[in-house]
């Protein structure tokens, strides 16, 4: 079993629709990671977190250590944000990362 | 554009070869790190190095090895390559706030194909 699931695998959305990825994790962890990866390769770092929530434009990530869960919203969503969003977690002290399958995100115009 | 480079692109070898993968991290960065992206495997953390020391070691192979140069490049070096070493090898730098505020910055990757 791997040590970071998310959910779902797959989403296609419609332009505008508010979307939901989820993160669980079954380790003790000191930091969480989301991802963008784009079609092509490049890798984009969007939040760290350790706690609470963080905001950035039009993405919102949560995280609740307790429940060893995070997730990332997008609002209004548009094409441009189709991509594969990952989920990564950092342990304790050391600086290496474990990483979701992935979740590829299409939003349809 | 992330400030990080990695070259080659792309890369296409024979099985059995051994190949140079380098990176050139975001100027004044301290730290590397270096993952290995396959279809099967998804993401997996190789090695990190941190201003020529090695800080954390992952799944590498022992076919793979790294290390970091005084400029603070880093180079990964695959040999004895096998058809399922070919994945994507992303490189991420991180500064001194890096490493406690975890912010990362990754290369656009290098495409290895090994036939």
């Known amino acids: 079993k791997n040590e970071v699931e998310q959910s779902p695998q797959n989403l296609t959305a419609q332009e505008g629709e508010f979307i939901t990825i989820n993160c669980s994790y079954s380790?003790?962890?000191?930091?969480l990671h989301w991802l963008q990866q784009h079609p092509g390769g490049g890798i984009v770092s969007l939040f760290m977190l350790s706690s609470g929530k963080k905001k950035h434009g039009r993405l919102i990530a949560t995280i609740n250590i307790q429940e060893k869960h995070s997730s990332l919203h997008i609002t209004a969503s548009h094409p441009r944000d189709s991509a594969v969003y990952i989920c990564a977690v950092k342990g304790g002290s050391n600086y290496k990362l474990t990483f979701g399958k992935g979740t590829l995100l299409t939003v349809n115009p | 554009d992330s400030g990080v480079t990695q070259t080659p692109k792309h890369l296409i070898t024979a099985t059995g070869q051994r190949v140079t993968l380098r990176c050139s991290p975001r100027s004044g960065d301290l730290s590397v790190y270096w993952y290995q992206q396959s279809l099967d495997q998804g993401l997996q953390f190789l090695i990190q190095?941190?201003?020529?020391?090695?800080?954390a070691k992952g799944n590498i192979l022992e076919r793979f090895s790294a290390q970091q140069f005084p400029d603070l490049h880093s180079e990964l070096n695959l040999s004895s390559l096998e058809l399922g070493d070919s994945a994507l090898y992303f490189c991420a730098s991180s500064g001194l706030a890096g490493l406690n505020t975890g912010e990362l910055f990754f290369g656009e990757g290098s495409r290895l194909t090994v036939l």
């Open positions: 190095y941190y201003n020529g020391e090695e800080r």
């Open positions: 380790v003790g962890i000191s930091a």
